[in-house]
């Protein structure tokens, strides 16, 4: 049980924004929100992480909702290269625990 | 820093051979983590361990074997390799639980 939600898959066009929704809606006050990627034929890699409020660094933003019950991964220009399953992750007790995560497709 | 450092990178066993992958990380970390992922599929988490001296099971946790005797070190066992096994095995760790994962790059490994 991952306890969270994600759509199986997006498209995107290139250059265009994308939003990829989570829902987490049992998620505990000091839980933080990841969000990490693989690209194909690699292993996961970190994207960004936040507790309450919203988080920029420099592959994505991730804009976290009031009530801490979901959140938006934001990448402001998709390109070729970001296609890639993106996991949504809260820790789970003592573990991590990811689940089948969304599958990004952009077009060029 | 080196990372976190798997090995070895590809492995191929027979039915009922055991073998042990190791994983390495040298920023010391206490959170570490094993997972699998088969083809198409995402990762599952096999065992971790929060701390040297202390594991525990993930969700997958059956037909491997782990421990953390130093910080730095956590191998993964398979005790008798079977078919089901066939799969990408990832390491990673982190300062601690809940915090940034960094991972290994993975060994892939078929069961014949």
């Known amino acids: 049980d991952a306890k969270t939600t994600q759509p199986n898959s997006m498209e995107s066009n290139e250059e265009e924004p994308v939003h990829l929704p989570c829902n987490h809606s049992t998620i505990s006050g000091t839980d933080y929100i990841h969000w990490y990627r693989q690209l194909p034929s690699q292993g996961p890699e970190y994207v960004i992480h936040g507790l309450t409020s919203n988080v920029n660094n420099r592959m994505a933003s991730l804009a976290i909702a009031e009530d801490r019950k979901s959140s938006t991964l934001i990448l402001h220009r998709a390109t070729l290269r970001d296609a890639a399953v993106y996991y949504c992750?809260?820790?789970?007790?003592?573990?991590?625990?990811f689940g089948a995560g969304t599958r990004l497709t952009v077009k060029p | 820093n080196a990372g976190v450092t798997q090995t070895p990178k590809f492995q191929v066993l027979k039915t009922g051979q055991s073998m042990t992958l190791q994983c390495a990380q040298d920023?010391?970390?206490?959170?570490m983590s094993w997972y699998r992922q088969d083809p198409g599929m995402g990762l599952r988490l096999i065992h971790y361990?929060?701390?040297?001296?202390?594991?525990d099971q993930g969700e997958v946790p059956n037909g491997y074997n782990v421990s953390r005797s130093t910080t730095e070190d956590f191998p993964l066992r398979l005790l008798s390799a079977a078919p089901s096994q066939t799969s990408v095995y990832f390491c990673?760790?982190?300062?601690?639980?809940?915090?940034?994962?960094?991972f290994g790059s993975g060994t892939q490994l078929s069961v014949l």
């Open positions: 990673a760790s982190s300062d601690r639980v809940g915090e940034k994962l960094f």
């Open positions: 920023m010391n970390h206490e959170y």
């Open positions: 361990s929060v701390g040297a001296g202390i594991t």
């Open positions: 992750i809260r820790p789970n007790n003592n573990d991590m625990r």
